[in-house]
């Protein structure tokens, strides 16, 4: 019989016992790949889709198309500032230091991840919103409420939507009506 033992315990060695080198493996979480979160650069899209491209790294910058209600389809950012890279954790050094990432999402020690499944969803949504664009919230005849400022609380109607960040509503104060131009930011429907 041939007893298989580490070469690390040379002690024990004698004539039956035959000596193994024994590596360390790899865990397999560390090997396999996952969708990392990683913070960039707002305004280094560009630089940064061109350098994760020229390192191989598969990545994911999740954008939806909207229409606006007073202008032309747009696509927009979903999550600005976040991007997901599909990779190893032991890539994780050359991800990290990739000109135009910032940092990557982590919780204490844990390197934040999202599921196959979440960015499959993701994508089929990216996909309907260019098929069927996402309408404004805010539309003409529609009520809402002032969330910020001195009228804070009140109920108003949209009369138009004259700008781009700015709304004309019709605020009814004291019995009597005046149409006032709020920024939308300040309102919810």
Not at 3 to 19: A, C, G, M, Q, W
Not at 59 to 68: G, H, R, V
Not at 71 to 89: A, D, M, Q, R, W
């Amino acid at each position: 019989m041939v007893e298989l033992v580490d070469t690390r315990d040379l002690k024990s060695l004698d004539r039956n016992i035959v000596p193994v080198q024994v590596r360390p493996r790899v865990p397999h979480s560390e090997a396999m790949k996952h969708w990392i979160v990683a913070i960039y650069k707002t305004n280094e899209i560009k630089r940064l889709e061109q350098n994760l491209s020229n390192q191989k790294f598969d990545y994911y910058l999740p954008k939806i198309t909207k229409k606006k209600f007073n202008s032309n389809l747009k696509e927009e950012i979903l999550f600005p500032g976040y991007i997901f890279v599909n990779t190893s954790l032991k890539n994780y050094s050359a991800l990290k230091y990739t000109i135009g990432i910032k940092n990557i999402l982590k919780f204490g020690e844990n390197i934040s991840s999202i599921s196959h499944e979440d960015i499959k969803i993701m994508r089929m949504t990216e996909k309907s919103s260019k098929e069927s664009p996402i309408k404004d919230r805010l539309q003409i005849g529609q009520e809402a409420i002032i969330k910020k400022g001195s009228f804070r609380g009140m109920i108003v109607k949209i009369c138009s939507l004259p700008s781009k960040d700015r709304v004309e509503v019709l605020l009814t104060l004291l019995g009597s009506s005046r149409k006032v131009n709020i920024s939308e930011k300040n309102l919810v429907s």
